[in-house]
């Protein structure tokens, strides 16, 4: 599945960003969604995931109570509700997709399909 990430841009501590990612190729239903971040000189981290159904969510334990991920199957797009923003949560945003285990919703080598990214800059 193709993916492309949109909806990056600058914000003031305290605001709020919602990022979109864009499927095509396959149908989005089919698979568990998930979103990662890279700050400069840093790895990749884990946010958020999404099961394919949206039953089940995951958050990275700095982004619970004020990130939401969210999916429509039926207009192949998957979302990042980014409220309360801080400094910390500057990075680059990329979506990725696969079908998962529990065990492995978290690491980002279980994921086979990722997005280009969009960046996201958090200003003091």
């Known amino acids: 599945v193709q993916l492309q990430a949109s909806g990056g841009g600058l914000v003031q501590a305290g605001g709020s960003l919602r990022l979109s990612c864009a499927a095509s190729g396959r149908t989005l239903s089919r698979y568990d969604m998930g979103w990662f971040r890279q700050a400069p000189g840093k790895e990749r981290e884990f946010v958020a995931a999404i099961r394919w159904s949206g039953g089940s969510t995951y958050y990275e334990d700095s982004v619970k109570g004020r990130f939401t991920i969210s999916r429509d199957n039926a207009k192949n797009m998957l979302y990042l509700q980014m409220n309360s923003l801080k400094p910390e949560d500057t990075a680059v945003y990329y979506c990725?997709?696969?079908?998962?285990?529990?065990?492995?919703?978290?690491?980002?080598?279980?994921?086979?399909?990722w997005g280009q990214g969009t960046l996201v800059t958090v200003s003091s």
């Open positions: 990725a997709a696969g079908n998962l285990i529990t065990s492995t919703i978290r690491r980002r080598d279980a994921y086979n399909d």
